[in-house]
């Protein structure tokens, strides 16, 4: 699970409710708002990923299922292996990346290390790769016949082989041939906006490129090139909308324009107008078009929670294509008026999760491997030992043991 304090820093907490489960959200997850910006949403609040657990916990109460909140100081090769299905919600490699502030980047390290060796983490690594870097993912939906806009792409390791000059002529060559006019940069393993720059073709702006691409060459897996879409995100002629999946379930829609002022579609009680129904339509089948969930011994997973951020206006013309995509996204859990859409969808994120372990418990019994390995992890509290099933969250979903 991630830092919580991180999600008050970014604004998503959701609001403590009033329903039963909600009062049984462990204590040390429930903070106080700080910001006077999200105050007005309720004084105290808790991050999706503990209200998602609690909710399988206290809501769901099936008797197999139990709930393991990770934080990122406790992770370990032996507490993964000890559940039976780990899952990433918002803590990832690249929250880890991007939040972990020690010189040697030893929680990010030891993360990395624990997931490259887990068989049992949600979504497998294929996945997550796929969807980290948008170099394989835009490359990916081109030859699905999927719209994006026009993209150039390089990985570090193609930069450093080619060399710089090299690179760069083969960089400005795309720019010039496609008459892309001004570009976004976008860095693979970037995340919230850093290291995103805009470039004019221009001769000033073409040396700042080659500058910009060889610091981020050093830093980044790789970096993309893209025709930029004025006003894009942040102006009404050019919105982008952040449109939410449950498995293969719509379930809402956000627009976070400029100064993160946020909107929803009209067609969904809200008052941003947008062809909500045809972006729903066309979402479906890019969401079918994706790469299946598929584990390390071969079981085909049901998808947990999908982000697909869509464009659908260029130069006053409806033009939808897909800018990102994500798995572990921002819900955006403190905008009021989504609060009932929010509360289901963390509901069916947690029904979903229990399904999911379940498949998968059933492809490893089919395998006929056991559906738990007994490896002692570290707790703060014991177990009675029994053979019952058990889920776990933050990441996790288990089967009972030994008290650990």
Known sequence: MTLPEQERKKGELISCGDDEWCKKVPKQFVFERTSKKFKKYGKYGYPTDVATGAYIQHALKEKDVEVDFILPSEITKARLASNDLNFLMIYDILEAFHTD??????????????????????????????????????????????SIIPTFTMTSEEY??????ASMKKVLAFWD?????????????????????????????????????RKCQTKYPGLVMQK??????????????????????YKYSVCAGKN??????????????????????LTKKILNKLPPIVMPNGAKLPRLITRLDMGWRVEGKYHPFVNEVEFVPS?????????????DYIAH?????????????????????SSLRQVPTPMSRSRAATTIPKVFKSHTLKRKTAAR
Do not use: W
């Open 331 to 343: 819900l955006y859990s403190e905008y009021k008026p989504l609060r009932p859409e929010i509360d």
């Open 101 to 146: 502030k020690t010189d040697a980047k030893t929680v990010y390290n030891n993360l990395k290390k624990c997931l490259l060796g887990a068989q049992n983490v949600y979504p497998p690594r294929e996945y997550q790769e796929f969807v980290y870097s948008k170099i394989n993912y835009y490359n990916y939906l081109k030859e699905k016949n999927v």
């Open 177 to 213: 041939e496609e008459k892309l006019g001004q570009v976004i940069c976008k860095p693979v393993y970037g995340q919230e906006a850093k290291d995103v720059e805009f470039f004019d073709p221009t001769p000033k702006d073409k040396g700042r490129m080659s500058k910009y691409f």
């Open 160 to 165: 450093h082989k080619l060399g710089h000059e």
């Open 349 to 369: 994120c947690a029904k979903q999760m229990v399904k999911i372990t379940k498949c998968y418990n059933a492809s490893r019994k089919g395998s006929g491997k």
């Open 228 to 249: 930029c879409v004025k006003g894009f995100g942040n102006s009404p002629d050019s919105p982008e909308l952040r449109m939410y999946y449950m498995g293969q379930d």
């Open 260 to 281: 993160c002022i946020l909107k929803h579609p009209i067609g969904e009680g809200g008052d941003l107008p947008c062809p909500i129904k045809k972006l729903k339509t």
